[in-house]
């Protein structure tokens, strides 16, 4: 149900079994794990530069495939801990950037790979939220961290108890995500970013990606995380990028990035 293809410095991530909604059970979370090592190793030879993650069908991801799951016996913890961060984790460190089309039901594992990617592109119809009310679950593959730290801990509570599910344009007024489009041109407008992100200078990206992350996870204060950006702007002058850049501008022409150190 994952596919990959590549062109134009851009590799594609879609979640093709949409007569299910793109649920996922613990063999698909393999494949897609796969997925993800294989477009490390295209981006290492240097074949793709930014990546995109896509559902086919009505919606993105409606979260973990359960149709044959016993809860007797569920191994949810191995699931979880055992298969769905440690995807996560590989989505989050990915060598370029990333970006996700949210549209239909981001629930859920779905709401986790977004989280994952760098940037994520929704639909204005998409629905975002916590479904699990009416199964005696809870919110999870990061659902918790993104509501507190975004919406604060009496609307997270709200969603979680209730379950209602938010738009797409609702989710990005709201400081979740990247951008909201029409649903009909939510897959364009990334891909388009994604080419252009593609054609720029990676490792830039990719030490931001890694500031940002060590803003969220270790809360950094203004001072150490300047001093991460002074460190991390001292490393790229080392690339030829940086030197290309500073280059395309005192020329006065368009830089023509290589996307490596």
Known sequence: MIELSSADGVAEIVLNAPEKLNALDADAIAELSDAYREAERMSQRGDIRALVLRGEGRAFCAGRDISGVDPREDDVLGYLGGLVQPLLERMASFPAPTF?????ACLGVGLGLLIASDIVYVADTAKI????????????????????????????????????????????ASGLFSQVFPAEEVTDAARTAARAAASGATQAFVASKALVAALRDQRLGLWDSMAEENRAQAALCDTADYREGFAAFQEKRKPVFAGRG
Request: proline fraction near 2%; avoid cysteine; charged fraction near 15%.
């Open 129 to 172: 939220g916590s479904p699990f009310a009416n199964l005696g679950a809870t919110l999870d593959s990061g659902g918790h961290a993104l509501f507190v730290e975004r919406l604060g801990a009496h609307k997270t509570m709200d969603l979680i108890v209730t379950g209602r599910l938010m738009s797409g344009t609702e989710a990005v």
């Open 100 to 104: 996700a089309v949210a549209h239909g």
